[in-house]
């Protein structure tokens, strides 16, 4: 079955500093999709890309799709405490199973003030 | 409420009972998800409806789970004879679209299911 795999499973860095975690698929995805989920809290939608090549920025949140639509990054510019989270990517199942999306098993983002 | 709701948010059963979650998606939303997510983990889908249909359940472990929503509206996830492997967060996810069309989950904040 598709699988989907992001790297680095942990990562703790000085406020400031940049962050990027890494999503690779299995099979070649419609689109992927990112979401951030807060210490005891639920995932929430961060954005969605669709075109090969795409880069989408939101503030200092930068989201680029591959070329091939196997991969995707998502990069973080000077962190701040309330970036702290855990960022999961997910991608849809294919041909009838596009509503089925398969998270990774995310990476956990810690910031020191 | 505007967002997803779920109840109970927390459960502690004994092994061997059965238990149900509910779920209440924003209103209008065709589209209602199951996932399971355990600590450390991203969502483990467990099964979609369309309106009422329930038209993938292939992620459901075992015969033990079952889902429905009858009117379309809001769903009950039920696990019979629970087994302490059953322990995990139980969440619904809504959209606005239909089964052709992937977009945003809308989730809930989730049904702490802990079974002895």
């Known amino acids: 079955g598709q699988q989907v795999m992001q790297i680095p499973q942990y990562q703790h860095v000085q406020e400031g500093e940049d962050f990027t975690t890494y999503c690779n698929s299995s099979?070649?995805?419609?689109?992927i999709q990112w979401y951030k989920q807060r210490p005891g809290g639920h995932p929430v939608f961060l954005i969605q890309?669709?075109?090969?090549?795409e880069v989408k920025k939101q503030k200092r949140l930068t989201f680029q799709f591959g070329e091939a639509k196997k991969n995707s990054s998502l990069h973080i510019t000077a962190t701040q405490t309330t970036d702290v989270g855990t960022y999961f990517c997910a991608g849809p199942g294919s041909g009838g199973s596009n509503y089925k999306l398969t998270f990774g098993k995310g990476t956990l983002l810690t910031v020191n003030p | 409420g505007a967002g997803v709701s779920q109840s109970p948010r927390y459960k502690v059963t004994k092994r061997g009972q059965d238990v149900a979650l509910r779920c209440d998606p924003i209103s209008g939303h065709v589209s209602l998800y199951w996932y399971r997510q355990a600590l450390g983990q991203g969502p483990e889908f467990l099964t979609y409806f369309n309106y009422e249909a329930q038209q993938d359940k292939s992620g459901l472990p075992n015969d033990r789970f079952s889902a429905e929503r009858p009117e379309g509206s809001i769903s009950t996830l039920t696990i019979q004879r629970t087994e302490q492997r059953d322990s995990a967060m139980y969440r619904c996810?809504?959209?606005?679209?239909?089964?052709?069309?992937?977009?945003?989950?809308?989730f809930g904040e989730g049904s702490r299911l802990t079974v002895l």
């Open positions: 996810a809504s959209s606005p679209r239909n089964r052709a069309n992937t977009g945003e989950l809308f």
């Open positions: 890309l669709v075109k090969s090549g």
């Open positions: 099979t070649t995805l419609s689109n």
